[in-house]
């Protein structure tokens, strides 16, 4: 159904704007169903038409739509609002805690959408969007107030952030303009002792976009 509503990359600005009129509610819809069922099935069922939703619009446009750092009114269930009422102090960082169980979807989604995505994925996303939220999950495990426990979650995130660098590298609409200064960025990461894992899903990358 979504990919018989979402347009395709060479799409006009005003034809975009439309169809996430149309899309957006349908997905914070979505979120806030998950968030207010309470049984393993239910959300379960949520995750698939999610899954489903990302293949068909990319993760550029889901990301345009529902954010992984911010939350409206409009996106938090009656479950989460009560969560929040009791909860206590928690180091935050840029991926909130109501949306960490998009991480995986996100990546897994991304590997089966190559085929069926009416969009081509742009490294500059990943380069500004996605890196951006990665250093600021970075920053917040260095916190002084941040527990061990803590740090461990933010270092997870930055993982799992990264591990989304192999979607963006398939047939990359900008690899001319962004690959250049992105490359430093990916020799970097790959020496980083403290994140080791983050080498296979670079070199993943990397092979997708030799490969074409």
Known sequence: IVTGIVVSNDADEETVTQTKILVQPLLKGLI????????????????????????????????????????????VSSHEKKKKKKSVNVVDGAVLQERVWLLPILKSS????????????????FQGHILGLARKCDITSARGDATAAECAIQKSRVIELWALFPSFCHNPMDLDVTFPTLCQTLVKAMGDKRYPQLVAPISTGLKKIVEG
């Open 32 to 75: 806030c169903l998950h968030g207010d069922a309470t049984d393993a099935n239910s959300k379960k069922a949520v995750e698939h038409a999610v899954d489903a939703t990302i293949q068909g619009i990319g993760i550029e446009m889901f990301l345009s739509m529902v954010s992984l750092s911010e939350l409206d009114d409009n996106e």
């Open 110 to 125: 991304s590997t089966k959408s190559n085929s069926v995505s009416l969009y081509r994925p742009r490294l500059s996303f």
